[in-house]
């Protein structure tokens, strides 16, 4: 595991720390272990707690496990279909953007002769 990922599975496993039982019952054990093995040993995360967790300063990479967790162990069907259709169109916008930045046809528009 690269360092990143280490450093998000500590961040979510640090707000697991922080979270009612009750939702932490809903996340699969495997998975919580899975954070715990990858973890970083040596990254301590300086989160503010107090904080809603949309305002907290967090790594990409951690929001994209959080956002794994609530797809997986929060949404109902309803929830995951919609939330699955946000990221398929926010994919293929992105996909989009980096096919128009980077397209050979354009590469040397703006150079002059």
Do not use: G, W
Not at 33 to 50: A, F, V
Not at 53 to 61: E, R
């Amino acid at each position: 595991m690269n360092q990143s990922y280490q450093e998000a599975a500590t961040e979510v496993l640090d707000i697991l720390n922080h979270t009612r039982m009750e939702d932490i019952k809903k996340i699969s054990p495997k998975f919580i272990e899975h954070l715990k093995q990858y973890s970083s040993k040596t990254y301590i995360p300086n989160l503010d707690h107090k904080q809603n967790l949309k305002d907290m300063d967090l790594k990409p990479k951690t929001k994209a496990l959080i956002c794994l967790i609530y797809r997986d162990y929060f949404c109902n069907e309803k929830e995951r279909k919609e939330y699955n259709k946000k990221i398929f169109e926010a994919e293929l916008a992105y996909q989009k953007e980096l096919q128009e930045k980077h397209n050979p046809d354009n590469l040397f528009k703006n150079k002059r002769r």
